[in-house]
């Protein structure tokens, strides 16, 4: 069995080692040593990568008591290495773990939440809390994990031989996981949290840095909280300063002002939106009467094709309406860009707009549809649209 030297000591890097097996897996090799500073794949934070010998180890894997390095090479069984982990990687995932004690405990010793899941990813981490926090407990758990980081409380870890051991020791322990087999890990930090644990800590909560939550979602009716520790926090609050540094630079305004200025922004936005369909309906009453006196009189119908462009889908059903009279046929293309909305739309006459639609619709190699007096489409542009507008104006008069 491999002696797991991230047990005892999570700042060792690298140590010698002699391999005890190695088998080939997938293109791959599993090496085994007698003693080893890899952690592996467990409790929801990523393995420690690095190399033996020469040999690269991408993952690192517990298969029952074994602990095996996935490599690129084989190595010999006997053979003496240098086992070496990534360290900066490491030294992040203790900063985030380590963190993730503090907050839990925080948010247990304020508000009674328990952490009910655990996940690090190579850039966040998550928590899950068992009962929702609002967003000023959340704040007062991140304040609090800051204030307890800064008293740089040494981080320590005693193994118990037995539950009964652990029992008499008479420890408070936040969180004490089921079905664990002796030796018992403790974690504890000097001043906070204690509870069971397998995985490397850093040695002191100074060197967690800050702690920083950056989201909080509702979650199995709980709360879930990102969360970002060290240097993943640093580099957030560049990044936050820069996207309101650009916002800023854009309204031309001090960073302080910026939400501010896109909040009066917004408001004039909305007002001009307003501002601009009550010019666009007055136009279309304009346009409408424009529209009315181009029909012809078919059979007592007035019969109106007609193209514009520029004209939305929804603005053009609206407009095309307002052509109406009392027995009209209006069929209105407009040309957006790229694309070509039509309405078909018709008072007083016994044509189905449903079926007229499908007529255009295999005209212009467009889609759409609707029945009774209103159907509308869409099709691609295409340059032959003047000749197509020609054509329908001539299917409608033979139609009424
Ligand atoms: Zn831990």
């Not at 002699?18 to 007698?34: K, M, S």
């Not at 020469?54 to 086992?83: F, K, N, T, Y």
């Not at 929804?314 to 009279?325: F, I, M, N, P, S």
């Not at 007229?356 to 467009?366: A, P």
Request: hydrophobic share 40%.
């Amino acid at each position: 069995m491999t002696e797991r030297l991230y047990l005892q000591d999570s700042m060792l890097f690298s140590c010698e080692a002699v391999v005890t097996a190695c088998e080939p897996r997938g293109g791959a090799y599993r090496i085994e040593l007698n003693r080893s500073v890899f952690f592996p794949n467990k409790g929801g934070q990523p393995c420690d990568v690095g190399s033996i010998g020469d040999a690269v180890v991408s993952c690192c894997e517990e298969d029952g008591e074994r602990l095996l390095h996935l490599c690129d090479r084989p190595l010999a069984v006997g053979a003496h290495v240098i086992a070496a982990i990534d360290k900066e990687r490491r030294f992040d995932i203790m900063q985030q773990h380590t963190g993730e004690h503090l907050l839990s405990w925080c948010a247990w010793t304020l508000f009674g939440a328990v952490n009910v899941g655990f996940h690090c990813a190579l850039d966040y981490a998550t928590l899950d809390l068992d009962r929702p926090v609002s967003h000023e407990q959340v704040l007062a758990i991140e304040r609090l994990a800051n204030r307890k980081a800064a008293e740089n409380g040494a981080v320590t870890a005693v193994e118990y031989e037995s539950e009964a051991a652990l029992k008499a020791s008479k420890i408070t322990l936040r969180k004490h996981a089921e079905g664990l087999t002796a030796p018992i890990r403790v974690v504890t930090i000097e001043g906070s949290d204690a509870c069971t644990c397998c995985a490397p800590h850093v040695r002191r909560t100074g060197e967690i840095g800050q702690l920083k939550i950056v989201s909080e979602l509702p979650y199995k009716g709980g709360v879930r909280l990102t969360f970002l520790c060290g240097m993943r926090a640093l580099m957030h609050a560049q990044k936050m300063q820069d996207a309101v540094d650009a916002i800023a630079l854009k309204f031309s305004t001090a960073r302080d002002n910026a939400v501010q200025a896109v909040e009066k922004q917004a408001a004039d936005l909305s007002e001009a939106k307003k501002e601009r369909a009550a010019a666009l309906a007055a136009l279309d009453e304009y346009l409408a009467k424009e529209l009315r006196d181009q029909a012809e009189t078919v059979r007592k119908t007035a019969v109106l094709v007609a193209r514009k462009s520029g004209i939305d889908g929804k603005r053009l059903r609206a407009l095309a309406q307002k052509t109406l009279t009392d027995r009209s046929l209006t069929v209105l293309l407009s040309d957006c860009g790229e694309t070509v909305y039509y309405v078909c739309s018709a008072n007083g006459i016994a044509l189905d707009m449903g079926e007229l639609c499908k007529t255009v619709n295999l005209l212009l190699c467009g889609k759409g549809g609707g029945r009774g007096t209103l159907a509308q489409g869409s099709a691609p542009a295409h340059r032959g649209l003047a000749e197509s507008v020609e054509q329908l104006r001539r299917y409608c008069a033979q139609i009424v």
